[in-house]
């Protein structure tokens, strides 16, 4: 069972696919929100939230022009660096940018900044920032080369600053402008590098921001997350105590739990959780179609004790990801069925699907 960062609830699906290359349609039924994610991205993690920040490495804000039809739709990413203006922090080079190609580590020179949300995935990561002057910055990864940058930029009148295209929502009020919002799009290699941020002066103010993002090492990036993150280190040992007092079915892989990412520890205890809810739901569906009423009858069992699930109650009240999954325990106990946009519905593998970001 492949995990990867919401219950795909909708609100959750609507957020992720603004940072995220498209992966395929948005699930039918309502959802409820998960909670702590960004404001605008296979499967639990993405169902939780996935795409991603990381800016590490940039050519240089001099020369501002707008794409006309001799200029690519794509900037040359081999391209010298151009002079910086003093008053803007240089990031790290092309190659050492490409050369952490699976999970890019990064940080952000500005002071005042902290990171409030992290998800990731094999498809890129997202994250998400706010500033003590109450300006926030979402920035995301999003592995897919030059098709994905495409999707992120194409159709848009966007300005190129040296490695960057950028879109200055202030002249896109029908878009959310005129609040001081901007975002930059680089593609480095196989992934695009974007930010998108609110409320800045000026496009200087926000590409200063930007240029300030460094590239770090796994141990500096591990040493900057808040405690409420799971870094890929702390998988292992969070997913044992996470489980301590969860009921698991024969032949659960529990080291499939832990991937290597870093994610919000909501989103990571959404994963955990979701991963043994499936498994039960599985054991309750198969049990049904074969008609094994006792195969049935402890698969109920072991979802019922859900509610006693440390975990899920240390999240019950920061989201939805708990009242979704006791409804799944409710629905296979001789509850009324899962809320959805039609009302209560039997529980069926489609719905788990889509509402837990189940593969089964």
């Not at 069972?1 to 909708?10: E, F, G, I, R, S």
């Not at 900037?75 to 050492?96: E, R, Y």
């Not at 955990?272 to 049935?296: H, K, N, P, R, Y």
Request: charged share 20%; net charge negative; hydrophobic share 40%.
């Amino acid at each position: 069972m492949n995990m990867q960062l919401d219950p795909h609830v909708k609100a959750v699906f609507d957020d992720i696919v603004a940072h995220t290359p498209d992966i395929g349609p948005t699930p039918t039924h309502d959802v409820v929100s998960l909670g702590h994610g960004p404001s605008d991205r296979g499967r639990r993690w993405l169902a939780v939230a996935a795409a991603a920040i990381v800016v590490v490495g940039v050519g240089a804000l001099v020369a501002v022009q707008r794409p006309d039809s001799e200029t690519p739709a794509v900037s040359d990413t081999n391209a010298p660096p151009q002079t910086v203006p003093t008053n803007v922090v240089p990031l790290a080079s092309v190659d050492q940018l490409d050369s952490a190609a699976d999970h890019p580590r990064f940080a952000l020179s500005e002071p005042g900044w902290t990171m409030t949300h992290a998800s990731e995935s094999e498809h890129g990561g997202s994250y998400s920032f706010e500033h003590t002057d109450g300006r926030t910055l979402d920035a995301s990864t999003i592995r897919g080369g030059a098709d994905g940058f495409e999707a992120r930029v194409g159709g848009e009148d966007r300005v190129v600053i040296g490695l960057w295209h950028v879109l200055d929502y202030s002249a896109t009020p029908e878009e959310g402008g005129g609040d001081g919002r901007y975002r930059a799009d680089s593609l480095r290699g196989e992934w695009t590098y974007e930010f998108d941020g609110r409320p800045f002066d000026s496009l200087d103010a926000f590409m200063t921001t930007v240029a300030g993002a460094h590239a770090v090492d796994e141990t500096q990036w591990q040493a900057s997350l808040p405690d409420t993150f799971v870094s890929g280190g702390e998988q292992t040992a969070t997913v044992a105590a996470l489980l301590r007092d969860v009921p698991l079915p024969d032949g659960f892989d529990i080291d499939a739990l832990s991937d290597g990412t870093t994610n919000s520890r909501y989103q990571f205890i959404a994963h955990v959780s979701g991963a043994v809810a499936c498994a039960w739901l599985d054991e309750w569906f198969t049990g049904q179609e074969t008609d094994d009423s006792a195969l049935q009858r402890d698969a109920a069992a072991a979802l019922a004790t859900s509610y006693d699930w440390s975990m899920l109650t240390e999240i019950a009240d920061q989201g939805g990801w708990s009242d979704v999954l006791w409804q799944h325990a409710d629905a296979v106990n001789g509850g009324e069925g899962v809320l959805t946009g039609a009302g209560p519905q039997p529980p069926s593998r489609e719905e788990a699907n889509s509402a837990l970001g189940c593969e089964i």
